[in-house]
C-alpha cells in the first residue's frame, strides 16, 4: 500500500484524512459531493522521465526487460516481489504483448508510445475508472 502524507499514520493531528483514501472510498464513509475526475493523453510520460532524457541509451530498457518477471507485475499492478504470482507474471506478459507488438522484448526507444500507453493505462486511466465506479457506487455523482 502507498503511503498517502496527509492521513493520520503519518501526519497525526497535522492530517485531513482519516485514512487511506481507497479506504474511505469503498466504505462511502465520506462527504456526498459531485466528482469530477479524469486523466490527459500520456500520463505515463512522467513514469518514463529516466528513459526520456537518453532514449537512445539501452541500459534502462534493458534492466527492465530482463527483470520483466518482478518489474511488470510491480509496474503495471504495484505488485511487490514477496506478492509475484504466476498469474500475475502472465497478465504482465499479457500486457505487455498488447502495447508493445511482440512483447517486452520490444521494451526499447522504437516503441515508446507504447511504454507511455501501458503507463498511462495501468497508473492514471485504471485508477480513475476504478474511483470513478467507486464514486458512483456510493451515491456520488461523477463526471469524467
Known sequence: TMAYANIDEVLGDDSFLPEFPRNILESGNMNKVDL?????????????IDLLTDPQNDTNFAYVRQHWDTEG???????????VTEEVIALSNEAAAFYLSEGIENYNSDHLQ??????????????????????????ITTYR
Open 114 to 139: 507504447g511504454i507511455v500507453n501501458m503507463y498511462s493505462d495501468a497508473w492514471y486511466w485504471y485508477t480513475t475508472d476504478d474511483w470513478a465506479r467507486l464514486a458512483v457506487q456510493n451515491g
Open 36 to 48: 469530477i475526475i479524469g486523466v490527459n493523453k500520456d500520463e505515463g510520460l512522467a513514469s518514463i
Open 73 to 83: 507485475p510491480y509496474i503495471l499492478f504495484d505488485q511487490h516481489v514477496e506478492e
